[in-house]
């Protein structure tokens, strides 16, 4: 992250980091991406809530055992910073192979991110299937 972005620059920065490791099926970028503390929480389309890092990330393991491909178009971002919290709305529209099939999907995303002395990093990961 380069230091001479504004707060709204680096927030959708890591937003896409996210997207990125997601799409690339990349545990250790997922890992990067996230505040691994008993604080987060993460809620997957039709899942229950995940919280602390420990069952968020064994949730994205198991996505990512499961899919041979994650491409992700994200549209209508939405940045918004308040000191120390920032978040992103967004539409996820999905391409993805799983567990053999294919599927087409949209979720609508909430990502909400803190400043961290590493930058910022995702808190909370909120997906709801697009109506």
């Not at 707060?7 to 970028?29: C, M």
């Not at 996230?34 to 198991?62: F, K, M, N, Y």
């Not at 055992?65 to 992103?88: E, I, K, P, R």
Request: hydrophobic share 40%; proline share 2%; charged share 15%.
């Amino acid at each position: 992250m380069s230091s001479d972005l504004t707060d709204t620059e680096a927030v959708k920065e890591a937003n896409e980091r996210f997207y990125q490791s997601f799409g690339a099926l990349d545990i250790d970028g997922m890992e990067a991406a996230w505040v691994t503390s008993d604080r987060s929480l993460c809620v997957h389309p039709g899942w229950s809530a995940l919280v602390g890092w420990d069952q968020i990330r064994e949730s994205w393991q198991g996505i990512f055992d499961n899919a041979t491909l994650m491409h992700f178009n994200v549209q209508y971002v939405n940045v918004v910073v308040n000191g120390d919290t920032g978040w992103v709305t967004c539409v996820e529209n999905i391409s993805s192979v799983l567990q053999g099939r294919a599927n087409n999907f949209g979720v609508v995303s909430t990502n909400i991110f803190a400043r961290t002395p590493s930058g910022w990093k995702m808190v909370a990961h909120h997906g709801s299937p697009q109506v």
